[in-house]
């Protein structure tokens, strides 16, 4: 599950789990990225060693819940722009299933694909293939990602 936060993102790798510094959004945008990195690279590695997993992402866009008043606060710009906004440019919360729903379901879905909504810049509508922003297509970064992963998780994957 990415966000198109995830945009905004950067992988810290000397501060990746905000020990040093704490930004919530920041932390928030990494992870998101992290997400779609780690993505690609569990289908490369299953392509490769013959899992058989399709490895997918999604996002839901930008829909009315909790989430922005509760990270950045209700009187956050975002927080405000919510508030007043909220109900015109974001979309209902059970809309926000529908690309992950899709992602999850639909037999057709690329392997190492990311979807999301299709209107206002992925932000509302029916789900479809999402662009993948190019700090997601590094290579280098995917795998140093990995290997990271397996190193905090102590997860080894055959």
Do not use: C
Request: cysteine-free; charged content about 20%; overall charge positive.
């Amino acid at each position: 599950m990415s966000s198109i936060a995830s945009r905004q993102g950067n992988i810290n790798f000397e501060d990746f789990q905000s020990e040093k510094e704490y930004v919530p959004m920041k932390a928030y945008s990494q992870s998101k990225l992290a997400m779609l990195l780690f993505t690609r690279e569990l289908q490369k590695q299953s392509d490769k060693k013959g899992w058989g997993i399709t490895s997918v992402s999604a996002h839901p866009g930008v829909s009315r819940t909790n989430l922005i008043v509760n990270g950045s606060g209700k009187n956050s710009l975002a927080g405000i722009a919510r508030r007043t906004l909220g109900n015109i440019l974001f979309q209902p919360a059970s809309h926000g299933a529908w690309a992950t729903l899709f992602a999850a379901t639909e037999p057709d879905v690329k392997k190492g694909a990311y979807y999301g909504p299709s209107r206002l810049r992925e932000t509302r509508g029916y789900p479809k293939e999402a662009h993948i922003i190019s700090q997601a297509m590094d290579d280098s970064v995917a795998d140093k990602l990995w290997n990271l992963s397996i190193r905090l998780t102590h997860v080894s994957f055959i």
